[in-house]
């Protein structure tokens, strides 16, 4: 079983749309988790980390189930600059594990 | 936010030639530098962990003397493929943070490596 499972997508929205989307992950004593978006070829950089009570950024919005295991993202209004690759990642003991990736593609 | 760079950005070489990636921190000192490893459409893939002034630590499943690592200053690891295959083709990436930074691990561009 991965340690970081997504929904690899791909999401195909119009602009203005909201899309949203998990992520479950498999260790029960993960410390933090973050969401990270990587463009096509490029290195990730991070989105938000992503706090038990969850947490807003803009239009991003970031949410912790811990009984669940799963975190999930939502994007409102969507740009056309926000698709990317959307990753989960994970952090025990500092080391992170990433999920595969959520592909997110907004259209005009 | 702290900047790390790598180099080269991209390699092509031929199927049993050695490549060397570096990964430099550039405003602050790393101790511990990490590698991973990225085929297309799937996650990063921790490689090993890169410690200054001692051994690598290695995940399950990586050859180390195959990947050979040295982080010989608090601002430099390198990555040594040896004997490239081109299974070994990948996009090969290094992250760190600094030291009063917890939270956030910040990434080098990526080497893109193409073993022919």
Redesign the interface.
């Given at each position: 079983r991965?340690e970081?499972e997504q929904d690899?997508g791909p999401f195909n929205v119009p602009e203005g749309a909201t899309v949203a989307f998990n992520c479950t992950y498999s260790n029960s004593a993960s410390q933090?988790f973050?969401w990270y978006r990587q463009d096509c070829?490029?290195?990730?950089?991070?989105l938000m980390?992503v706090y038990s009570s969850g947490n807003e950024d803009g239009r991003f919005t970031a949410q912790l189930n811990r009984a669940s295991q799963y975190i999930s993202l939502l994007i409102r209004d969507s740009k056309l600059s926000d698709s990317a690759t959307y990753?989960c990642v994970v952090?025990d003991d500092y080391?992170?594990?990433?999920?595969?990736?959520t592909t997110v593609t907004v259209r005009a | 936010g702290a900047v790390v760079s790598q180099h080269p950005s991209w390699v092509i070489c031929k199927s049993g030639t050695s490549v060397k990636i570096e990964c430099r921190s550039l405003d602050f000192q790393a101790t511990t530098m990490f590698w991973y490893r990225q085929f297309p459409k799937q996650s990063l893939m921790l490689m090993a962990t890169s410690n200054e002034g001692s051994k690598a630590t290695y995940e399950q499943g990586v050859e180390k003397d195959k990947f050979l690592i040295n982080h010989a200053s608090l601002t430099l690891s390198t990555l040594t493929v040896t004997s490239a295959h081109p299974e070994d083709s990948s996009f090969y990436i290094c992250s760190t943070r600094p030291a009063s930074v917890y939270n956030e691990q910040f990434f080098g561009p990526g080497t893109r490596l193409t073993v022919l």
């Open positions: 991965k970081v690899p933090s973050f070829r490029k290195e990730p950089k991070l980390s990753l952090n080391k992170l594990s990433f999920g595969a990736g | -």
